[in-house]
């Protein structure tokens, strides 16, 4: 038997807080599995198997799913967490290692920001998974010991970078449509 998953509509897109790695001339990447660049207006989710090899190297494999990603019985789709990420211990980021805390934004060219899904979305207890995706504002904490080139990534993305993490999150966060909203992954 089927169990039917939450199928209301809902207009408009979901914002969640999420990581990305700045890359070279401003390009916006995906941190942790891969090197994806990000668009400035919109991305569309694809599914992409790890698959451990020997000595600890990854290989991607493209998986299609018949109704596109995100589906339930995969991770793939673009990820957006509810509330700012808390920074997990040392053996818990294998397992999630977008528990940083936000507070090092910045550093290691990793920074933190509020995304807008749209299109299929699944909504769990933590955060979404969506079809569509784009970046729209960016915290990069006042002094790092390397800091990001924000000029490029504003000039490519034409988002506002900031350096208050509480203005990200009064101005930018989540807002509070998700609740009374079933969770589905």
């Known amino acids: ?21 700045v890359g070279r001339a401003g390009w916006l990447e995906s941190p942790f599995f891969g090197r994806n660049r990000w668009d ?16 600890w190297f990854y290989s991607r494999l493209r998986a299609e799913h018949q109704t596109g990603a995100p589906v339930l019985s995969c991770d793939c789709g673009f990820y957006g967490l509810n509330e700012l990420p808390i920074e997990a211990a040392r053996e818990q980021q294998r397992l999630s290692p977008w528990e940083v805390d936000p507070r090092d934004s910045g550093f290691g060219g990793l920074v933190l920001g ?35 080139d924000t000029g490029s990534v504003q000039k490519r993305y034409g988002i506002p970078i900031l350096r208050d993490l509480d203005a990200l999150v009064s101005e930018w ?6 609740e009374g909203i079933p969770a589905t992954a």
């Open 1 to 21: 038997m089927r169990k039917d998953f939450g199928r209301d509509l809902v207009v408009g897109g979901f914002r969640g807080y999420r990581w990305w790695r």
């Open 40 to 55: 400035p207006s919109s991305n569309l989710a694809e599914c992409f198997i790890l698959k451990h090899g020997r000595m």
């Open 114 to 148: 509020v995304a807008e899904a749209w299109g299929r979305v699944l909504l769990g207890t933590d955060g979404w998974r969506g079809q569509f995706c784009k970046p729209l504002a960016l915290f990069v904490r006042p002094k790092t010991s390397k800091p990001v």
């Open 173 to 178: 966060g989540p807002d509070r449509q998700l």
